[in-house]
């Protein structure tokens, strides 16, 4: 019997007796999470602003430990993955693309965009991945959060403890005031750390201090005595405080004397005891991470309690796909930020994208998976192809590129974010494919469109536009 597979030789998953018809398809919403410990495939059905859940599927495939150091994976893990993401793929067979969301984070960040995997993995699930930023998952985690959290506690500090990142989310109401993605999961520190040698009390204390190290340059340090309510949002916080339970350390939560008595039953080696309790085999491995990532965190924020949630990233992105609780689009807040911020030309932001947007069916494009709406994508670059302009008229398309890289942009995907810069980068002058990743290159003749529309409007009035069609030809377009 293989890992993930129940006595009957079947994935492991819980499900309704509801069958599905195509017709329920239109209300079904699949979210899909490659996490660095173990993936999750959620299906929730939606009618009359109601979630009822259907489906979900959790395989554990540490992926994170099958990660070399050139961002490839080792062979006997990519097998394994697949045969995950194929079984997954055959499930959310028949929905539409806008009812789908992949979400790979920590492990699948450090992956290469070009590596077979990332390639195989798209066309094993039948939809494009998102690879998203620590900083976007934290706010995906918050949202989530406070869809179902009660609202009279209002100023939040919310953590979550994945196997290759630890989040940080400090939010006052429904707003995030501070996020950090620290490069620290119970996993990666275990392999760091512990992996091969003896856990002792010497070598604990020491991972915590170092631990303690790391969150005290984060943001969100500086804004610890204003917490009111501590909230620990992962599957590794849920798995601690029901074993200080079920072991009678403690109750309702994670407090730091219980997680220290915990801590001790560990190092002395009462495996068998805390398997008893609730922890999973598979977990063991790397729980010493966990305990020492829980015991710095409480230290160094001087935590006197956490309160576990079930609400997080799973809640937070089918919040965002249905444009919940505020109607909005994030990405739209995110362009509109920028464009006030950087005091953009609105009319000449519209006459490039209204010739872009006109031209677009006329030209061929072979999209990739991980290309959103080209039309979409032209919108996008429209608002932001002149906010290099505050800076300096000469470059301002590097100006503009650069912070397109280095700003926040809630909602947006890293591949949405390097998209963007593309275009921006390449709208005027020479074009520079060496300046910037080659995934985040766009097909050709999508860009010669946008370079297209800025230089038919460089003159910055209205005028009828004077392209009847084009052709796309070896060398670019052909007008008419």
Same mark, same amino acid.
């Given at each position: ?7 009957? %030789?079947?994935?492991? $998953? ?8 195509? #017709? ?7 979210? =899909?999470? /490659? %996490? ?12 009359? %602003? ?9 395989? *554990? ?5 099958? /990660? ?26 028949? &929905? ?28 094993? /699930? ?17 949202? %989530?959060?406070?869809? @179902? ?30 996020? #950090?993605?620290?490069?620290?999961g119970n996993i990666s520190l275990t392999r760091n750390v512990f992996e091969g040698r003896e856990l002792t009390a #010497? ?25 009111? *309510? ?8 849920r798995l601690v405080a029901s074993l200080i339970e079920q072991m009678e350390l403690g109750s309702g939560g994670i407090e ?25 085999? @598979? ?18 924020? @001087?935590?006197?309690? !956490? ?16 444009? *919940? ?12 930020? /920028? ?22 069916? @006329?030209?061929?494009? #072979? ?23 505050? !800076? ?19 909602? &947006? ?24 990743? =080659? ?39 052909? $007008?008419?």
């Amino acid at each position: 019997m293989k890992p993930g597979q129940d006595t009957s %030789g079947k994935p492991k $998953a819980n499900s309704t007796d509801l069958k599905t018809t195509p #017709d329920d398809l239109r209300h079904e919403y699949a979210i =899909v999470d /490659l %996490g660095s410990n173990s993936f999750h495939l959620h299906v929730i059905r939606v009618l009359d %602003g109601e979630w009822r859940h259907m489906d979900h599927h959790r395989e *554990v495939t540490k992926l994170v430990d099958g /990660l070399l150091p050139d961002g490839i994976i080792e062979p006997s893990k990519r097998e394994e993955v697949l045969l995950v993401l194929r079984r997954y793929g055959e499930r959310i067979t028949g &929905f539409s693309s806008g009812n789908v969301r992949v979400i790979g984070t920590s492990a699948f960040r450090q992956l290469r965009r070009d590596s077979q995997l990332f390639r195989e993995s798209e066309a094993a /699930l039948g939809f494009p991945i998102d690879i998203i930023s620590g900083e976007e998952e934290a706010r995906l985690i918050y949202l %989530g959060i406070i869809s @179902e959290d009660a609202p009279q506690e209002r100023k939040r500090f919310i953590i979550d403890i994945g196997g290759g990142s630890t989040e940080f989310i400090y939010g006052e109401g429904r707003s995030p005031v501070c996020i #950090d993605s620290v490069a620290l999961g119970n996993i990666s520190l275990t392999r760091n750390v512990f992996e091969g040698r003896e856990l002792t009390a #010497d070598l604990f204390k020491a991972t915590v201090a170092d631990v303690a190290e790391a969150l005290c340059a984060t943001k969100v340090y500086d804004c610890r005595e204003s917490f009111e *309510v501590v909230l620990g949002a992962s599957g590794t916080m849920r798995l601690v405080a029901s074993l200080i339970e079920q072991m009678e350390l403690g109750s309702g939560g994670i407090e730091l004397k219980p997680l220290k008595n915990l801590t001790k039953m560990f190092i002395k080696n009462k495996t068998n005891s805390f398997i008893r309790a609730g922890l999973p085999e @598979e977990r063991v491995a790397s729980f010493p991470g966990a305990l020492a990532l829980l015991t710095g965190i409480m230290k160094t924020f @001087e935590l006197d309690r !956490i309160r576990i949630t079930k609400a997080g990233l799973r809640q937070g992105i089918l919040h965002d796909m249905m444009m *919940v609780p505020d109607g909005k689009d994030r990405r739209i807040a995110t362009l509109t930020r /920028l464009m006030d911020r950087h005091k953009v030309d609105r009319l000449q932001r519209d006459r490039v994208y209204d010739f872009a947007a006109a031209h677009l069916d @006329e030209i061929r494009l #072979d999209l990739p998976s991980s290309l959103c709406s080209p039309k979409r994508l032209l919108r996008w670059a429209a608002d932001l192809h002149e906010i290099g302009l505050t !800076i300096n008229y000469s470059s301002y398309h590097k100006h503009g590129t650069y912070l397109i890289r280095n700003s926040d942009f809630p909602g &947006f995907t890293r591949e949405e974010q390097g998209h963007l810069a593309f275009l921006v980068l390449n709208h005027r002058k020479r074009i520079k494919l060496d300046r910037l990743k =080659v995934e985040d290159a766009v097909p050709m003749p999508l860009l010669f469109l946008f370079r297209m529309a800025w230089a038919l409007n460089r003159k910055r009035t209205s005028i009828e536009d004077p392209v009847r069609a084009l052709r796309v030809v070896q060398s670019g377009f052909e $007008a008419e």
